[in-house]
């Protein structure tokens, strides 16, 4: 697992709502139960800050790192997928969002940026400089890069089925929902790990992983096996197995003090 992904998810399920900034020591005493070194750890805070989505925050001779106004963002959206929105999309009507951009080939981080935006937001390349998403999707943006943004339902002769099938990985998607299953739907899952926190941050992780790159399809297009579902189901239940322990052993662990910037979120 990359250290970002842990953090992420670390900060989400223990941080994100409380108003606190977490010491360097606290981040580093967490993650070595899942395998990740001192080192991976505070080059990791240390990237993360420059990226704007932690601020250092000093207390007496201690450094404390808390949540940004973009990170509280990530985290928001973070939870709506994993709690609220589901990876179900039953919704009746067909209607997708078309976006149409053109780059330059020198471009390259641009163009790295938005789409991997794209993807988060649920968006399929259709074609070269066309994606297309389900449902009615904010588009994303990157700074610099003007996006097309359209509103459309297929007529025929569309074959929606054949053009899910070019713009999504299905058979991928299907295939990691499958193996989450395979490690996680069992009586005893993750046996080596050395405690619940260890064990709730592999599972959160892991899942966030995967939906991050689900984008939620009509159920009319994906085949009537379709695993996502009870992938979710085994994800729910065992956060809410390994949650008591894990919180426990994450207050015991805590160095905090209040965020000084809270009051303006």
Known sequence: MRPQSVLLTFLGDHVYGRGIC?????????????????????????RMVRRGLLRRQRSGRRMYFGLTPTSTEVLKDGERRIWHSGVVNDADEDRWTLIGFSLPESWQRQRHELRSRLIWAGFGPLQNGLWMAPGEVEAP???????????????????????VRIAYDLGGLEKRYEEFLCRWDRADPAPDAPDDLARSLTLLTGWLQIIRTDPRLPLRYLPHDWPAEKAQRVCHTLHERFRPEAAAIVERLLDTVPDETWAER
Request: charged letters at 25%.
């Open 22 to 46: 977490v010491a360097s020591a606290s981040f580093i005493e967490a993650f070595a139960k899942v395998g990740i070194s001192e080192e991976a750890t505070r080059s990791t805070l240390t």
């Open 141 to 163: 943006r990157v700074p610099g890069v003007e996006v097309k943004v359209f509103s459309a339902e297929p007529r025929r002769p569309t074959d929606m089925q054949a053009l």
